[in-house]
């Protein structure tokens, strides 16, 4: 059974620092790209950041482009989000998501939360002004 755990979401000041975590588990993941995507209350979940296992790349909205860095371990099957500078704007339910790496090449398509199979249960992340 596939899962997908975040952890590390909380309570940061506006500038301060967060990481976040996304352990998966239940499959090989290499033939996947996973995503972090948020969702403030009362807007549609959006795009964060997508890398996957295998290339060096990875994209970022616009709005966390310079402040967030997403990472991984192979060999802990885990994902990272580092940010940084937050901001008030950035509070948000925080979710990794798994999806087919076919999406991750030639488009955007990595972009839409529609192409993601696997998805976490969300951490919650508040930025106080």
């Known amino acids: 059974q596939v899962q997908l755990v975040e952890s590390g979401g909380g309570l940061v000041q506006a500038g301060g620092s967060l990481r976040l975590s996304c352990a998966a588990s239940?499959?090989?993941?290499?033939?996947?790209?996973m995503g972090w995507f948020r969702q403030a209350p009362g807007k549609e979940r959006e795009f964060v950041s997508a890398m996957s296992w295998s290339s060096s790349n990875t994209y970022y909205a616009d709005s966390v482009k310079g402040r967030f860095t997403a990472s991984r371990d192979n060999a802990k099957n885990t994902v990272y989000l580092q940010m940084n500078s937050v901001k008030p704007e950035d509070t948000a339910v925080y979710y990794c998501?798994?999806?087919?790496?076919?999406?991750?090449?030639?488009?955007?398509?990595?972009?839409?939360?529609?192409?993601?199979?696997?998805w976490g249960q969300g951490t919650q992340v508040t930025v106080s002004s």
């Open positions: 239940g499959r090989t993941f290499s033939d996947y790209i």
């Open positions: 998501a798994a999806g087919p790496v076919r999406y991750f090449y030639g488009t955007s398509q990595y972009r839409a939360p529609g192409v993601y199979n696997y």
